[in-house]
């Protein structure tokens, strides 16, 4: 009943404490989305052999995370749907009073907007922990137990689609921003590092019909830096996406501080010569380039070991490291791609 009347009067709430919540149909868990629109925090407690856990509190979970809401879980181990609560309540009245007086300022560049949507970017990473005043194993996971960024969609004027934005908590000197055409998931592990060490993280906008437009990424690339952002970007993607980037960098290259792609498949759909035969402009102005790939990528052969063997050739500098029995999709150790991608950045 509680979510029911909030998602009439989503302007009305300033947090949620479900525990071992339940429903009388799924209509609720869909609704969830005018609850995250008005940035409701949501805190739920649960059973790990509670009956309604499966059908309401992880679907709520899992809708409410992709549609960039706040929501934090706990889920006592062995429990079913009683007793309720926690024996130590105090992380759901912390809970609470934060959510009451978190703050609400807006960055200087959303702020000259007509339109914007606030979301918030925070992985899925979880903790099986022991908690001696309940005497039991809790998991937890969420926007209270990981790092949590404001990720602002926003739309400029004469601009096909919106572009996102994860906001650094402390950005570094210089804002420095990565620029990237994909969207960024909840397991990356690349961006996360970059996020803590103060980079922004900006995807481009691309339309919903014929692909990526330059002019509007040179109009997202002039709105940010006008706004205090690095002038010189780094370049990030996976797949083709980082192929997209790269047409990009190639046309702009006095734009680029470095290039990092996992497993990229360098083809652009709107550019006449593909990127990997149009290298040259990268290797002049000297930009330093890393590729991290599976040996099992059936692309590895034809796109990062030929990109590797021209870029070589043109005197630039590329580093290339290979992941043993991995393919096309895998989680890379963060480390090199930050400390290659600090290394290089420039303001």
């Known amino acids: 009943y509680e979510y029911i009347w909030a998602t009439s009067h989503p302007d009305k709430i300033s947090s949620i404490y479900a525990d071992n919540p339940g ?4 209509e609720l868990v869909m609704n969830t989305g005018k609850l995250a629109l008005n940035d409701v925090p949501i805190l739920q407690i649960g059973g790990t052999i509670d009956p309604a856990y499966g059908q309401y509190a992880s679907a709520i979970e899992g809708i409410y995370h992709q549609l960039g809401g706040r929501i934090s879980t706990m889920i006592k181990e062995g429990y079913c749907h009683h007793p309720h ?3 130590n309540p105090k992380p759901i009245a912390d809970f609470i009073e934060s959510s009451f007086y978190s703050k609400k300022d807006l960055p200087s560049f959303v702020s000259s907007l007509a339109r914007y949507r606030k979301m918030y970017y925070y992985s899925l990473a979880t903790s099986y922990t022991w908690y001696a005043d309940e005497q039991v194993n809790i998991t937890t996971r969420g926007a209270l137990f990981s790092p949590c960024y404001e990720r602002y969609e926003i739309y400029l004027p004469k601009v096909q689609g919106f572009s996102n934005v994860i906001v650094p908590k402390k950005p570094a000197p210089g804002n420095p921003w990565i620029f990237r055409a994909d969207y960024v998931q909840r397991d990356a592990v690349v961006d996360q590092e970059l996020l803590a060490k103060g980079y922004y993280i900006v995807t481009a906008a691309t ?22 952002f690095a002038k010189k970007a780094v370049i990030e993607g996976s797949g083709q996406a980082t192929g997209e980037m790269y047409a990009w960098a190639i046309e702009n290259p006095d734009k680029v501080s470095c290039i990092y792609g996992q497993n990229p498949i360098l083809t652009g759909r ?6 990997l035969d149009n290298l040259a402009p990268l290797a002049k102005a000297g930009i330093p380039i890393m590729h991290i790939c599976g040996s099992l990528d059936p692309d590895l052969d034809k796109q990062t070991r030929v990109a590797e063997k021209r870029y070589k050739q043109l005197d630039g500098k590329i580093t290339v490291i290979i992941k043993q029995g991995q393919g096309h999709y895998f989680i890379p150790d963060a480390k090199p791609a930050v400390a290659f991608i600090t290394a290089n950045t420039k303001n």
């Not at 990526?212 to 205090?228: E, N, Q, R």
């Open 23 to 26: 429903g009388p149909d799924m």
């Open 270 to 275: 709107l550019v006449k010569v593909q990127p």
């Open 207 to 228: 339309p919903y019909t014929d692909g990526p437009s330059h002019a509007d990424w040179d109009a997202i690339y002039t709105y940010l830096t006008a706004h205090g």
């Open 85 to 87: 609560s926690l024996i």
